[in-house]
């Protein structure tokens, strides 16, 4: 009985550490500690008014945009997707295609925090007032 218990805890502990790596390297990925995303991101034209994915400036902030629609609806309605906590604007990308094909522009940008260029440091830049 008691080797029994003493692997059931070993196992438990084994799979609780994998949980533990599992989350911190998700993490490091969603943090971009190699700023690889940054860098790609930072590579990105200045929206000019059609399609792609580009960077948008609002104050001090650079934001990454995916942009669809623009050139096969010019003068279409135009429909804002906000993606919540914890995705990016690539949560849109199935719908976005049928938004288009509907005759409408697509605008989704990846929020403040989430674009690499509007990543504020204090947290006060992230009141619901700055948001939306």
Excluded: C, K
């Excluded at 969603?30 to 940054?38: M, Q």
């Excluded at 669809?68 to 279409?76: E, R, S, Y």
């Excluded at 403040?112 to 204090?122: E, I, V």
């Amino acid at each position: 009985m008691a080797a029994v218990l003493r692997w059931s805890l070993a196992g438990l502990l084994l799979a609780v550490l994998l949980v533990v790596l599992y989350l911190e390297l998700s993490m490091r990925r969603a943090l971009d500690f190699e700023r690889a995303y940054s860098a790609e991101v930072a590579a990105l034209p200045l929206f000019a008014g059609s399609d792609g994915t580009v960077q948008l400036r609002v104050d001090q902030l650079t934001f990454r945009v995916r942009i669809a629609g623009f050139d096969a609806n010019p003068g279409g309605p135009l429909v804002l997707l906000l993606h919540g906590f914890p995705v990016t604007s690539a949560m849109w990308l199935a719908i976005m295609e049928s938004l288009v094909d509907a005759g409408y522009r697509v605008v989704a940008p990846d929020q403040r925090g989430y674009s690499p260029g509007a990543r504020p440091s204090l947290e006060a830049d992230y009141a619901a007032s700055h948001l939306a």
